[in-house]
């Protein structure tokens, strides 16, 4: 493109724009960073960029990041067996170390690093930091025609949420800053939980009650009965039934949860 192409170019995007900065100033979006954008090194640098930009037309973006690849590729070049059940990864403590090192060391910081580059203010954060994130262990149940009671399947420091406080993301927020958050909860016995990045935007983007939850993914995202993806979600709407569907339920689920609490639609699913 050439550089009078661009000048023409820049005052027609930043006119379009105008009115949702002006509807979104002062708001905060949750953003739950995952899929392609974490690997790919043009998308992680034009992420940094977009929610750096974010934050300086007054719009407040908390970042919540997955990891499952980089969890995958640590525990491989470990020789550590990655075994998983119903989607969800078996986590013993062993593969929990690993599981902390990277969510909440190399990735996290990865990010945080990337957001400073890029003229932003960065902070990583973990659950345990604070104990903002309370986890509870997440018991999986399985149950066969020959079976006469479910069988209750022990997969380690998987969690599941249970209370959020939001005291330090909200300081950081009217820091100027970015909070960039690991799903890593701890327990009543101080354990640590790995929890589904998906579900842990949900319930800080419930409890901060923010404008919009955005979900990056290098999934398809929510398919309708016609297999058509769907960009923005309604309880009552029926969904393909896919065994792969698995991450889209979980998306769901999330989204339900908030409408509860927030009685609208504030949900957008994006793929890479």
């Not at 995007?13 to 979104?24: C, D, G, K, S």
């Not at 002062?26 to 954008?37: D, I, P």
């Not at 009552?236 to 409408?259: F, T």
Request: charge should be negative; proline fraction near 4%.
């Amino acid at each position: 493109m050439s550089e009078d192409n661009s000048l023409n170019i820049i005052p027609k995007v930043l006119t379009e724009a105008l009115p949702y900065i002006q509807r979104f100033s002062g708001k905060t979006l949750v953003v739950k960073y995952g899929g392609n954008a974490m690997t790919d090194d043009t998308l992680k640098n034009s992420f940094a960029r977009d929610i750096v930009l974010l934050k300086h037309v007054g719009i407040n973006p908390v970042i919540v990041h997955g990891g499952g690849p980089q969890i995958g590729h640590y525990l491989e070049k470990l020789n550590i067996e990655s075994h998983f059940i119903d989607g969800m990864r078996v986590t013993d403590s062993q593969t929990m170390d690993v599981v902390e090192m990277v969510l909440g060391g190399l990735v996290n910081k990865e990010i945080v690093s990337l957001l400073n580059q890029n003229g932003g203010k960065a902070v990583g954060l973990t659950g345990k930091d604070g104990h903002f994130i309370r986890a509870k262990k997440l018991n999986v149940t399985r149950k066969t025609p020959e079976m006469a009671a479910s069988e209750i399947i022990d997969i380690g420091h998987v969690g599941q949420v249970d209370d959020i406080s939001t005291d330090v993301v909200d300081m950081l927020v009217h820091s100027d800053f970015i909070p960039v958050i690991a799903p890593i909860g701890v327990g009543n016995d101080g354990e640590s939980y790995n929890i589904n990045a998906d579900l842990v935007a949900g319930k800080i983007a419930e409890k901060l009650k923010a404008e919009k939850l955005i979900l990056l993914t290098n999934t398809a995202g929510l398919l309708d009965g016609e297999g058509k993806v769907l960009t923005g979600l309604d309880p009552q709407q029926p969904l393909r039934p896919l065994p792969a569907v698995y991450l889209a339920l979980i998306l769901l689920m999330a989204e339900c949860h908030i409408r509860r609490y927030w009685k609208s639609s504030r949900i957008r699913v994006s793929a890479l």
